[in-house]
């Protein structure tokens, strides 16, 4: 069956330090891949999203993210890590010819001082 | 400003009882979504509905029902047959159902249900 791993449950990083959410899928067609963030209580609320070309993608809050089709993944990155990025975040995935959205379970981010 | 809204935000629901939560939206989006969020479980998709009057159920429908009599609306009835309602909903949407790079889904701020 498709599915997305995120493979740690919860990160946590001292606030101005990178960071890097692993994100894999399963093997199918070309995927579409996304990434959420979701504060305590609120929505999901989406970073970046990549459909094709380039593999590096840009996103909102100085958040990047890499395809790598041969490792099947599409990691989350921030060269800097704010307290307010203190979130849960969601990797997920849509391959072409579905329609469903495929989520991760989640990685919750801690951010210390 | 365009968006998704659902209400209320917290409901608080006796057990035997049914409740419905609502989602709106002025994106002008076709398809629609609900999901349940339980902690440390991800989001779990409850129903879909690509054009008005027409829904699919998800992978946990039993114990809900939705309609879709407006293209802007998509309520969410949890039954009483709901064996254990009590979690985070979140409704979301999206302009094209298919797989396409248009199904980007945008998400409302969710209800929190409590049976008590």
């Known amino acids: 069956a498709q599915s997305v791993t995120q493979p740690d449950i919860h990160i946590t990083v001292s606030e101005g330090a990178s960071l890097e959410l692993r994100c894999n899928y399963s093997y199918g067609a070309t995927p579409y891949l996304f990434w959420y963030v979701q504060s305590p209580g609120q929505g999901l609320q989406l970073l970046l999203k990549?459909?094709?070309?380039?593999?590096l993608v840009q996103g909102i809050k100085g958040f990047e993210a890499e395809f790598k089709r041969s490792q099947s993944s599409f990691n989350l990155r921030k060269p800097s890590v704010h307290w307010s990025d203190a979130a849960e975040y969601f990797c997920a995935v849509i391959y072409t010819g579905g329609f469903k959205t495929i989520f991760g379970a989640g990685t919750r981010l801690f951010v210390k001082a | 400003d365009g968006g998704i809204t659902q209400s209320p935000k917290y409901l608080f629901r006796k057990e035997g009882q049914n409740v419905t939560l609502s989602c709106e939206q002025n994106?002008?989006?076709?398809?629609m979504y609900w999901y349940r969020q339980d902690p440390g479980q991800g989001l779990r998709l409850i129903y879909y509905?690509?054009?008005?009057?027409?829904?699919q159920k998800g992978d946990i429908a039993e114990g809900y029902s939705v309609s879709r009599e407006k293209k802007e609306s998509f309520p969410l009835t949890v039954t009483s047959a709901q064996k254990n309602p009590t979690a985070f909903y979140l409704c979301a949407s999206s302009t094209l159902l298919g797989g396409g790079a248009a199904d980007t889904q945008y998400f409302g701020p969710g209800t929190r249900l409590t049976v008590l």
């Open positions: 994106l002008n989006h076709d398809a």
């Open positions: 509905s690509q054009i008005v009057n027409d829904f």
């Open positions: 990549y459909f094709s070309g380039d593999t």
